[in-house]
């Protein structure tokens, strides 16, 4: 049975309003529980704004222009009226919206809409191309926009622009579908293993109504469909990590980027870390797979790093990022050849190797690679004391390597986790925190004096709270940006501006602005103190605080929000902080 959009259309409305996360998965479940086995995955895409999941690199997405001539044809305004509508309202949906209830009856022809058609509409349109496509976006939009009612021509008009943003993150649709399909929130453990085997939550989702729990248990990998990569704790001291782990391996950390490699006889395709498809990008990958990877079916991880041949350095990150391009390709892979340090292997011929120890993978991936020009094996020592692994750490710092990443030898690959199998142990400053923290922009202010020209004097950052699926706020940041990114920023928070609390935001103070919790960016400070005045690891009294924050670097476009550092990390950080502390103490 068709899913009405009216009803999908004010389940958006719901979610908008709602300051709550509670609230927010019982909307959602209440929108699932109408849902069925042919419909669901359609509901789950059109939540995040999306007709497809990231790794198929189908992207819905139409320019404002288009948008309005598409409300301009729909509803027989001039486009000079729609324009000024949208300087009046700020929204394209509000503007669609507002000449939509305008309009006369519906015809004796429209059709009420239904999930199906909106999604069957968006999906052409996103994969749209080539000459002519540009009409036939309009057209598939205006058909819409035809048959819409008014709040239904609202969230037709945000969806394909991106301005959903309704903030429901991966594990709020995971905890929702498990409520709504077995009454038990607890069963989104299981169908967030399922989610980590093939980063698809539509595709989840349609399991779970077509085979029922069983299905979701039974869950396997599929070559061509990227695993959720599996992350690495931090630790502050060799001694911290021989404690924990004994004796392990240590393999050198490349400052580059991950690719997540899956092979099908001739066929190759490339991932990220957030899992998009960057096969097209790094052809010298695709050839040094085909020529040095010996099996038929594969999934393999390394990090892929700029290569200087006539030297035999490494480039900085600034230069191999460079390599993350749509055009120009074939000059980039000439001039900066990507090398690729292979560190794991998931797969093999048919067989799911994440359950096996680290110790058997790395032996199977070993046997597999004919190291060589472009695909190699990442260095490691195996070390059973401090002393061992503090040498290969400084021989790796002193190489320009960003430092190590420890692995414990019996632990198996933990999908989309960061668990204490893998810690990493980074160069570190004194007097610093020795790491950074990837934070998340949650609000700003509007600034005073000299900053009063930029509207922007500083932001609200907060850090992700795993267990709650909660952004956290942990401290309100003013230094380190140029006055160039003060306008940049306010420009890009603007347009993901919030009239209320995001929901899934938990805070005691309030910026002059709310943002939707999107973009993530790297801040430095002296060190972790606890606060009554943020809610990061809240303990009743107090929770933790950045002591001096400024930001480093800009706005992260390889991490979404709900891959900033956790409140259990910033944890972990107050305590060996307070464990190099006392050991300082100690030596004088
Ligand atoms: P971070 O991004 O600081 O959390 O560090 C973890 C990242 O280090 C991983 O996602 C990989 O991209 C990268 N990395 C570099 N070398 C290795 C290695 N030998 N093993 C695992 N991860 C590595």
């Known amino acids: 049975m068709a899913y009405p959009f009216e009803r999908l259309a004010s389940g958006f409305r719901q979610l908008e309003a709602t300051s709550s996360r509670l609230e927010m998965i019982n909307i959602l479940a209440k929108i699932f529980s109408e849902a069925t086995a042919e419909n669901v995955h359609m509901i789950v895409y059109l939540l995040q704004g999306r007709v497809a999941a990231p790794y198929t690199g189908i992207e819905l997405g139409i320019g404002e222009k288009l948008a309005m001539r598409a409300i301009s044809q729909a509803y027989g305004a001039d486009l000079s009226e729609v324009e000024a509508l949208y300087k009046e309202l700020g929204d394209l949906g509000l503007v669609a919206e507002r000449l939509c209830s305008g309009k006369k009856q519906m015809t004796l022809f429209s059709q009420p809409l239904t999930v199906e058609r909106v999604y069957n509409n968006f999906y052409r349109i996103a994969t749209a191309s080539g000459s002519g496509s540009q009409d036939l976006k309009l057209r598939l939009l205006v058909d819409l ?23 429901v993150g991966d594990a709020t649709i995971l905890e929702a579908l498990a409520l709504a399909k077995t009454g038990n929130r607890d069963f989104r453990e299981k169908l967030e293993r399922a989610y980590n085997l093939c980063s698809d939550l539509g595709y989840v989702a349609r399991r779970l109504f077509e085979g029922g729990p069983e299905a979701i248990e039974n869950f396997k990998i599929v070559v061509g469909i990227p695993i959720r990569p599996a992350l ?23 400052d580059g980027f991950r690719c997540q490699i899956h092979k099908k006889g001739n066929k190759v395709w490339i991932f990220s870390r957030r899992l998009e498809n960057m096969t097209d990008m790094f052809p010298e990958l695709i050839e040094g797979t085909l020529k040095q990877f010996d099996a038929e079916e594969a999934i393999f991880e390394g990090e892929a790093i700029a290569y200087n041949e006539e030297t035999g350095e490494f480039y900085p990150f600034q230069v191999t990022i460079q390599r993350k391009r749509k055009y120009g390709i074939k000059e980039a892979s000439e001039e900066y050849p990507l090398r690729l340090f292979a560190f794991d292997i998931m797969y093999l011929n048919g067989e799911d190797l994440t359950g096996k120890p680290y110790e058997e993978r790395r032996k ?16 490691r020592v195996i070390v059973s ?7 290969f750490f400084e021989s790796c710092v002193e190489r320009g390597l960003e430092g190590i990443v420890a692995k414990d030898l019996k632990a198996p690959y933990i999908a989309g986790a960061r668990k204490w199998a893998w810690i990493k142990l980074k160069r570190s400053y004194r007097g ?23 509207g922007l004097g500083g932001i609200l950052v907060a850090v992700y709270d795993k267990k709650e699926d909660l952004f956290k706020t942990i401290a309100k940041v003013g230094s380190g940006f140029t006055e160039e990114q003060l306008r940049e920023m306010k420009k890009l ?37 606890r606060s009554p005045n943020h809610t990061a690891g809240w303990d009743g009294e107090r929770g933790y605080a950045l002591r001096f924050p400024r930001i480093v670097g800009w706005i992260r476009s390889d991490k979404g929000p709900e891959d900033a550092t956790t409140v259990d990390e910033v944890i972990e950080m107050y305590k060996s902080q307070k464990r190099v502390e006392v050991r300082e103490g100690e030596e004088q």
């Open 145 to 167: 926009l035809n048959d819409a009612k008014p709040l239904e021509a609202r969230y037709i008009v945000r969806i394909p622009l991106g301005k959903l943003r309704l903030g």
């Open 385 to 391: 004391t401090a002393k061992e692994l503090e040498d």
């Open 364 to 379: 199977i991936l070993e046997d597999r690679i004919k190291r060589g020009d472009v695909l190699d094996l990442s260095e």
């Open 432 to 454: 610093e925190l020795s790491d950074t923290l990837d934070v998340v922009i949650v609000g700003y202010y509007k600034g005073r004096g000299k900053r009063s020209q930029f």
């Open 493 to 529: 928070l603007d347009e993901i501006a919030l009239p209320h609390k995001p929901a899934r935001v938990v805070s005691k103070i309030e910026p002059d602005v709310w943002v939707e919790p999107k973009y993530v960016i790297t801040v430095a400070a002296d060190e972790i103190t």
């Open 232 to 254: 690495a704790q931090r630790a502050q001291s060799a001694e911290e990590i021989i404690a924990r782990l004994g004796t392990c391996a240590a393999e050198a950390k490349y």
